[in-house]
């Protein structure tokens, strides 16, 4: 079977940490080529790989003509690069959100479907093996209805993990679009709709620069949501956590209530109003101070592409989750609610 080339588009600590080393022990995945604007970024990464690095994506595109693109990028280039890509035949796999606006994703989706390839966004929490577990059990039917619902994402900033610290582009709004709501809220919205298998109805903010003094976005949120089927609930997310992280999921059921904590030993909590309670824990791999699981986004995409299945979060999944996004910032701005049709 051919090996797949690849296309790292964005070299900064999201490549780092997932995109590369992933790709690098997939069986499946033949040469790997990178391409930053900060050059040495991308020749340091071709230098351990063996390749070759590039400044611009279109000179990556045009002298490697990889079989996939992962980009890694500023929201804000997200478009270009993945229409680009597309129309180069290459695969693209692009890191959430997919675009700052609903034009610029229609327009990587369009791109898609006109090039016959596959395009797929990085939201990776529904890889997470107790969002499974806890989907699985939700669909069985004994918890009954969900009624309510309380999803929390936080950590110190991306001042403590990007590649330019202090200076890293989260904190630019030409770049960024919005601040944690865009970050961390994304996560979150998408994983709800994922897990209650449900739309957005009506959609309530309030965001807030609280702490960070280096940018006017939004370090702090609280999304109001009501689902199509009746079930309400908030969403709130922060770049000021002081002890790590913090990712919460608490769901309330006709007959009982299901916890998710992504670092309790135990991950997925299920207290039933009979008295009954269900435990599940999954192992973990902690790395440094953080833990860590392989995140299986790039595993998946690589089968799709292989098998030329759809991928688990389509192109159209990703501007869902982005249309919600951009309708609590409008809510935030507007001070009223956001109605979906």
């Not at 449900?198 to 807030?208: F, I, K, N, P, R």
């Not at 620069?209 to 997310?237: H, P, Q, Y």
């Not at 000021?240 to 209530?257: L, S, V």
């Amino acid at each position: 079977m051919k090996k797949l080339n690849v296309g790292i588009i964005g070299c900064g600590s999201i490549a780092r940490l997932r995109h590369i080393p992933e790709y690098a022990v997939n069986p499946n995945v033949g040469n790997i080529t990178f391409c930053d604007y900060k050059i040495e970024r991308a020749e340091k990464f071709a230098s351990s790989y063996g390749s070759r690095a590039y400044v611009t994506h279109k000179e990556l595109l045009l002298h490697e003509k990889p079989d996939i693109v992962s980009i890694c990028t500023p929201l804000a280039s997200h478009a270009n690069i993945a229409v680009d890509s597309a129309n180069s035949g290459a695969h693209v796999l692009c890191e959430k959100p997919i675009a700052s606006s609903e034009v610029d994703a229609i327009a990587m989706i369009e791109a898609a479907k006109r090039n016959n390839v596959l395009l797929m966004i990085g939201h990776n929490q529904r890889f997470f093996p107790w969002h499974i577990k806890a989907k699985e059990i939700i669909k069985e039917g004994r918890l009954g209805k969900p009624l309510s619902f309380r999803s929390m994402f936080s950590h110190s900033g991306p001042e403590h993990w990007s590649a330019d610290g202090i200076n890293s582009w989260f904190f630019d709004k030409s770049q960024a679009m919005a601040g944690v709501v865009a970050d961390l809220g994304i996560h979150k919205v998408d994983i709800i709709r994922w897990l209650l298998e449900d739309d957005v109805a009506e959609v309530g903010a309030t965001m807030q620069t609280l702490c960070k003094t280096n940018t006017e976005l939004d370090d702090n949120a609280v999304i109001m949501l009501r689902m199509k089927n009746g079930a309400i609930g908030v969403v709130e997310v922060s770049w000021t956590f002081p002890n790590g992280e913090k990712n919460t999921t608490e769901i309330i059921f006709e007959r009982g209530i299901m916890k998710i904590d992504d670092y309790l030993t135990e991950n997925v909590i299920v207290e039933f109003s009979n008295g009954t309670i269900e435990k599940y824990s999954f192992k973990q791999q902690t790395i440094g101070k953080r833990v860590q699981i392989n995140s299986m986004v790039i595993d998946n995409f690589v089968n799709s592409v292989l098998n030329q299945t759809k991928p688990l979060i389509s192109g159209e999944e990703g501007l869902k989750a982005l249309e919600i996004i951009l309708a609590a910032i409008s809510s935030n701005e507007e001070k009223k609610l956001s109605l979906f049709k």
